[in-house]
């Protein structure tokens, strides 16, 4: 299993992916969030391939202020083997290496799965809410 920085031939899989373990929705088109990573810093857009194929992914983004991680993903059949930890400890460390200070993130409140993942790895709820303003439509 090699993690490397996503590739544009990486994108079909990618997508294929995060359908895969329900990350997509239909008012975010993930080709374009792909693009809009794609041109702001790649570099943090990182998938974990097994032989030729993409088994998970993470982006992670930095605004100056807090990290992010998004689209974090590992195909079902692969998932529980440590490869999620590895995707975030990898985004942390560059997120680290170029100052930042915080990480947060976003999961769906009726995913407790994925929080007590989060929370393994050293992830607290935090008290906010979340607001949200579409800016630009992707349908």
Known sequence: ??????????????VA???ACGLTRPWND???????????DPLLFRVAVYDTQVIGSVMA?????RGWIYYLAVLPQYQSRGLG????????????????????????QENTAVSAFYQTLGYEPADVVVLGKRLIADQ
Do not use: N, S
């Open 61 to 65: 983004g930095f605004d100056g202020h």
């Open 85 to 108: 930890k590895r995707l975030v400890q990898d985004a942390e460390a560059r997120l680290h290496a170029i100052g930042c200070p915080k990480i947060q993130l976003m999961i769906r």
């Open 17 to 19: 992916l995060w359908q």
């Open 1 to 14: 299993m090699e993690l490397r920085p996503f590739q544009a031939d990486d994108t079909d899989q990618t």
């Open 30 to 40: 993930p080709y374009k969030d792909i693009r809009r990573k794609l041109d702001e």
